[in-house]
């Protein structure tokens, strides 16, 4: 198979909603939609912790054609990234949600709390240097945690509090972002893709 480059002009595009809510699929689909021939990247950020998050992954791989190029990485991805994101046309990372978690959990080991969410941060500036540096559209798919009941340990307040800033950032550098309810999806900045 051969890919091509883009014409398009390059664009940050952040897919948000709640679990279930469509966000993972309608931003394959779009992705899909806009390959024109370009090699497709699917970043997964899940790892294989206990049987169901296993079979979840497996599910997703199954549900990718061979039109997708894999990269799994679930706490690195400003250094994994650049060997691989230059050739390809769009990037899909699914999820920046997992990548959080994952980043908490292995800087909680090392950090006191007030550091965590500033090293969380700063992976995600690294990451976003990573995209612009490069002339690929990227798709980030995220959880919004933040309109539920305040978690009662604090770990998952940390969790909560991370995300949310990473989310409020990446919304802040995007050119769109769209919000899945019940799998509908609505323009919260810039306009829905046609």
């Known amino acids: 198979m051969t890919f091509h480059s883009s014409t398009l002009p390059r664009t940050l595009t952040l897919v948000l909603g709640g679990a279930r809510s469509g966000k993972s699929s309608y931003a394959q689909r779009q992705v899909e939609r806009r390959g024109n021939g370009q090699e497709l990247l699917y970043v997964a950020t899940a790892e294989a912790q206990d049987g ?16 997708w190029r894999t990269l ?30 994952n980043l908490l959990i292995k800087l909680e080991a090392e950090l006191p709390v007030e550091e965590i969410e500033k090293q969380i941060l700063a992976e995600i500036e690294k990451i976003l ?5 490069g002339t690929a559209s990227w798709w980030l798919v995220s959880n919004e945690v933040g309109l539920g009941i305040v978690p009662a340990y604090p770990l998952g307040r940390s969790y909560r509090d991370a995300l949310g800033r990473v989310n409020a950032r990446l919304a802040a550098e995007a050119d769109q972002v769209i919000f899945m309810v019940a799998g509908l999806p609505l323009a919260v900045k810039g306009v829905l893709p046609t």
Request: charged content about 25%; some cysteine; proline content about 8%.
């Open 129 to 133: 240097a990573v995209y612009r540096s």
């Open 52 to 67: 169901e998050m296993l079979s979840r992954i497996q599910r997703h791989r199954s549900e990718r054609s061979e039109i």
């Open 72 to 101: 799994e990485e679930p706490l690195d991805l400003a250094s994994a990234l650049p060997p691989v994101a230059p050739v390809a046309g769009i990037v899909l990372i699914d999820c920046i949600t997992l990548l959080v978690s």
